[in-house]
C-alpha cells in the first residue's frame, strides 16, 4: 500500500516562496505520472500541475503557469511543487497525487487523477 506524505507548507507573505515535497512510501514513483491539487476554503478541489512518468513533460493550471513548477526525483521517491510570486489566492491545502503508471501525458491527470492521495499541507499567504 502506497503512503503518501506532504510537507514544505507554512505562512508566506504575498510574493513569496515555498516549496512543497511529497514523499512515497510502499511504491517507486518512477513509473508513475503524478500531479498536484489543492483546495481552498470553501471551494472544491482545483489541479494545480502534474508530471508524465518519464519526467518528460509537465502540465499546469492555465492560471499557474510560470509561478509553479513541478517535478519528481525518482531517487529519492519524491515529488516537489515550486511555487513563487504566490499570492493570497494561492491559500489553500495542498494534495499530492499518485497517477497512473506509465502515462505519458501529464495532462490527462487534471480530469483523471489516481486513486491515491496525500492528507495535505495547508499553504497561507498572507496580504
Known amino acids: 500500500q502506497v503512503q503518501l506524505v506532504e510537507s514544505g507548507g507554512g505562512l508566506v507573505q504575498t510574493g513569496g516562496s515555498l516549496t512543497l515535497s511529497c514523499l512515497a512510501s510502499?511504491?517507486?514513483?518512477?513509473?508513475?505520472?503524478m500531479a498536484w491539487f489543492r483546495q481552498a476554503p470553501g471551494k472544491g478541489r482545483e489541479f494545480v500541475a502534474s508530471i508524465n512518468w518519464s519526467n518528460t513533460s509537465a502540465h499546469y493550471a492555465e492560471s499557474l503557469k510560470g509561478r509553479f513548477t513541478i517535478s519528481k526525483d525518482n531517487a529519492k521517491n519524491t515529488l516537489y511543487l515550486q511555487m513563487k510570486s504566490l499570492e493570497p489566492e494561492d491559500t489553500a491545502v495542498y494534495y499530492c497525487?499518485?497517477?497512473?503508471?506509465?502515462?505519458?501525458?501529464?495532462?490527462?491527470?487534471?480530469?483523471?487523477?489516481?486513486?491515491?492521495w496525500g492528507q495535505g499541507t495547508q499553504v497561507t499567504v498572507s496580504s
Open positions: 510502499g511504491r517507486a514513483i518512477s513509473i508513475y505520472a
Open positions: 497525487n499518485l497517477g497512473h503508471p506509465f502515462r505519458a501525458t501529464a495532462a490527462s491527470l487534471m480530469s483523471d487523477p489516481g486513486p491515491d
